[in-house]
């Protein structure tokens, strides 16, 4: 089978899976006992049967559950994710609004963690006994050990009240001023605090995958003849080995990633980032069901997106993978 | 035949070389006082029971013995009047795959799984010659086609799991020979592969030996191989070289009875005289633990002959005709 007919494939299963996800949770919330038209009669503090009828007839809440359902999945896929009660505003243009948030700190953190974690794996498996692979060692038990909403307290109160050197929290300061360059450097101040809380546990993941996986393959034969040809050590660690390490960590990075995604609802609550995070929060709080089964749609879709482009990495590194 | 040893200046001389290796059971000896003389455009067999040293002379060779816990403990090896043993790790690299290649005895990995085998020829010939993409790549498929290998533009483009075990081994001859080298050491290149692939493998060594006057180090423990490709032949057993010569004199008149007994170890296929079915020999015993060798010689405790003086002092090269030496007291009893 051709790469493109193995993408299409992959791609059409991506979709079946996500029409799944939407079902599942639009009966799930269905099944929970309580809907819109109570939270808005309670918000409203009380209000008769009549006045909740009205609001079930409003939302179509009275309708029978298979067109409920049809009606949610055929506007999910014309992008009409519903109407949010409590931002008064439709739910994709809400999540339109805080996604970028959350992928600029989801990514920029996942990339900080498979960088910094495999160039620490490669020098830890250069020298096994060496200080740098201690390091590993410790940090991966500390990244572990460490929840982020704590790490992200503990970094709030040595660089932010001890040393004031980041804010802390927002994503952007409104007193600054100046051209795109300014306010670029002002989100990445903001950005820095998140992005290493959130990187910390992967970052401990991803070294000591590296410095496992090198260690492998620096006793495979091919190591040998890549010596036996002249290579400086330079070209047989960074070409030779590290293309073959790669391939569990690029595996695990992408099964990872929907781990990542819920990490960064907690992060993004201790930094008080603007993400999807802060909003799936408060839309729990507020019995904001269609926002709610929006971010979840969302969020399914970023992580079966990002195992498509998982798939597609691993085959460019690694040709025996066969293809279908 | 070539009246081996002395003469002329030898390409690669190997001097008294002693390589330790520190493991948890001690200290092991691996090569003992080892030398050897290849002059430039000849091969040398060196054969022996697995663990006897070949494969270690081998990576001594290339200065590639695993460090820790391996370590050249004395000892010189000099190519082209060049000493080995002192150069740096970045001189090292300059020396290996341009002026020695290596084959290894397995093809199947030997390989690299993720690299195109162009590429892996044409990366040798970028680095060695500094030459660019396309002329390196331009190499590398004259070399595909200089190993007989069909269609090499398209075979260039393939990865190492697409081609067969005798196809791999010959992409490995052709990167080892990419940049020219004067010396050529092949580490039981045929073992892993099929009988008639073998005699293939060997057919083209020594096609490419005459067309190239490339020196070879045949390490193998295929005596049949020896008697065809070799001109000079070493016998090693538990890091020492007991037997050398030129190849007519050692397999014909063997010295040393370990030699004696690989001899008569090889099989037949037509048994002399033929009406008995021929029993297969073996050298009863097993090869001794390299951390606690005695005194005396390492094959006393499986020798015939041994006497007393065999349990306490280790023997040493003893020359026995203008071209074969042997280790064994026996030997300089009959001489003596």
């Known amino acids: 089978m051709s790469f493109t007919q193995t993408l299409a494939k992959r791609i059409g299963y991506g979709l079946l899976l996500l029409i799944g996800v939407l079902i599942l949770n639009f009966t799930l919330i269905s099944i929970a006992p309580g809907d819109v038209a109570d939270s808005i009669a309670g918000d409203m503090g009380g209000a008769d049967v009549t006045v909740i009828e009205e609001i079930r007839e409003r939302y179509g809440l009275n309708q029978p559950f298979h067109i409920q359902l049809w009606r949610y999945v055929s506007g999910v896929a014309r992008l009409d994710l519903g109407f949010s009660y409590f931002y008064n505003t439709p739910v994709t243009s809400l999540i ?11 990514f ?68 600054v001023e100046g051209g795109w360059f300014i306010q670029l450097l002002d989100l990445l101040h903001h950005l820095f ?10 970052l401990a ?8 996986s090198m260690l492998e393959v620096l006793g495979a034969d091919y190591i040998r003849t890549a010596r036996a040809k002249g290579l400086p050590q330079r070209a047989v660690l960074y070409k030779h080995a590290l293309k073959n390490a790669l391939g569990p960590l690029v595996t695990v990075a992408g099964l990872q990633f929907s781990a990542v995604m819920s990490g960064a609802v907690v992060v993004e609550t201790v930094f008080s980032w603007p993400g999807l995070g802060t909003l799936a929060l408060q839309s729990i709080l507020a019995r904001d069901t269609p926002t709610i089964m929006g971010i979840l749609f969302f969020s399914s879709f970023v992580v079966i997106v990002v195992n498509i482009l998982t798939d597609i990495t691993l085959r460019l590194i690694d040709p025996r993978i066969k293809t279908g | 035949m070539s009246s081996a040893i002395a003469n002329d200046v030898p390409l690669l001389s190997v001097k008294d070389l002693v390589v330790d290796f520190k493991t948890r059971a001690g200290n092991a000896r691996v090569l003992d006082h080892v030398s050897l003389d290849i002059k430039a455009g000849k091969i040398l067999g060196i054969v022996g029971e697995s663990g006897c040293g070949k494969s270690m002379t081998a990576l001594s060779i290339m200065g590639l013995v695993p460090n820790p816990p391996g370590k050249i403990t004395s000892g010189s ?65 004259d070399m595909l086609k200089a ?52 005699a293939q493998i060997f057919d083209l060594l020594q096609d490419l030996q005459r067309d190239t006057g490339t020196a070879i180090v045949l390490i193998t423990h295929d005596m049949g191989a020896i008697a065809e490709l070799a001109d000079d032949v070493a ?28 001899i008569t170890c090889v099989p037949h296929l037509v048994p002399d005289p033929p009406i008995e079915r021929e029993v297969l020999r073996e050298i009863p015993g097993m090869v001794p633990a390299l951390t606690n060798l005695g005194a005396g010689c390492a094959f006393e405790p499986r020798c015939e002959k041994a006497f007393a003086r065999c349990k306490a ?17 026996v030997l300089e009893e009959e001489s003596a």
């Open chain 2, 147 to 198: 190993v007989d290998i069909p269609e090499p533009e398209i075979r260039a483009r393939a990865y190492p799991h697409q081609l067969s075990g005798g196809m791999r081994q010959r992409v490995m001859i052709a990167m080892a020979l990419a940049c020219r080298p004067t010396l050529l050491i092949a580490d039981e290149p045929t073992t892993a592969l099929d009988a008639t692939v073998q």
């Open chain 1, 193 to 202: 605090l998140p992005m290493i809380t959130l990187a910390s546990i992967y």
């Open chain 1, 108 to 175: 920029s953190s996942q990339i900080l963690a498979i960088v910094l974690g495999t160039l620490l794996g490669v020098l830890a498996a250069k020298k096994p006994n060496g200080i740098v692979s201690l390091l590993v060692t410790f940090l991966s038990l500390f990244g572990f050990a460490a929840p982020v909403f704590w790490s992200g307290i503990l970094l709030i109160i040595a660089f932010v009240s001890i040393f004031p050197l980041f804010p802390v929290g927002g994503m952007t300061d409104v007193t």
């Open chain 1, 96 to 106: 339109l609004e805080k996604l970028p948030a959350t992928l600029l700190l989801v």
């Open chain 2, 235 to 262: 016998v090693m057993y538990a890091g020492r070289i007991i037997e050398t010569g030129s190849v007519s004199n050692v397999l014909s008149q063997p010295q040393h009875p370990y030699t004696q007994g690989l």
């Open chain 1, 205 to 212: 993941l991803y070294s000591r995958l590296a410095r496992a």
């Open chain 2, 77 to 141: 090896i000099s190519l082209n009047g060049r000493e080995l043993t002192d150069l740096s790790e970045e001189q090292l690299c300059d020396v290996r795959g341009s002026e020695i290649g290596m084959i290894f005895q397995e093809p199947m990995t030997s390989l690299n799984p993720v690299f195109t085998v162009g590429e892996q020829i044409a990366e040798s010939v970028r680095l060695h010659e500094k030459a660019s993409k396309q002329a390196a790549m331009a190499r590398a498929v």
């Open chain 2, 313 to 329: 002092e280790k023997p040493a090269l003893l020359q026995i005709s203008e071209s074969q030496f042997g280790a064994c007291w």
